[in-house]
């Protein structure tokens, strides 16, 4: 390797997918304002934003620390034919799912990296998801077991977790759904030199 790996991000489904896969990176909160990032966009795409929030938080990071790499990612969930975002709390959380019960949602996971402040490539992939018709008393259970963890993800599920439970169908890549299109994340890695061919 040519220079260190800095993991844009918080998120620790995007830094068990990375250490999982072997890749020696440090992380490093990115402290981006994503309500205010979404809102300069101008833009309801939830496919376009997905990548300019993952630009935002590779770049910001790039900025502090020249000469690595930095890998940055987002996810938006589109449905009924609008953005959502996350839950503020266990109460919202529950009427979101119940309206998201029996029906599809679709998840977009970007990712980019940049590197002195650059950002040398991005890229998106997509999810469609269906959850089952689960009952209230489900749905409660489940809450109770998760707790205030499942506000972190804007779907108020952890696929890995008990949120597997929610869901009777998923089209698509299962790290996409974790929040990182991994796949292409190593194959630009590789490219770049920045882990081993």
């Known amino acids: 390797m040519n220079a ?18 072997g890749v020696p990176f440090e992380a490093e909160d990115a402290g981006v304002d994503e309500p205010a990032i979404k809102a300069a966009s101008g833009s309801d795409d939830p496919v376009a934003l997905a990548v300019e929030l993952a630009r935002a938080k590779a ?23 609008g953005l959502i975002s996350k839950a503020p709390n266990l109460y919202a959380a529950r009427d979101r ?10 998840l977009h996971s970007g990712a980019a990296l940049a590197k002195d402040s650059v950002v040398v490539w ?28 499942v506000l972190a993800s804007v779907g108020a599920y952890r696929l890995e977790g008990m949120g597997s ?11 996409t759904v974790l929040g990182m299109p991994l796949w292409s994340v ?5 490219r770049v030199g920045a882990i081993a061919t």
């Open 4 to 21: 260190s790996l800095i993991l844009a991000s918080r998120s620790a489904a995007r830094r068990a997918m990375l250490a999982g896969a």
């Open 59 to 81: 770049l910001a990071v790039s900025q502090r620390r020249p000469g690595a790499w930095v890998l940055g990612s987002d996810q938006t969930l589109a449905f009924d034919g």
């Open 97 to 106: 799912l119940k309206l998201m019960r029996g029906r599809e949602h679709q």
């Open 122 to 149: 991005s890229g998106v992939d997509t999810v469609r998801m269906r959850m089952r018709d689960f009952s209230d008393a489900f749905l409660d259970a489940y809450l109770a077991a998760e707790g205030e963890p």
């Open 165 to 175: 439970q929610l869901f009777d169908r998923v089209e698509g890549d299962y790290f």
């Open 186 to 190: 190593l194959a630009e890695l590789r």
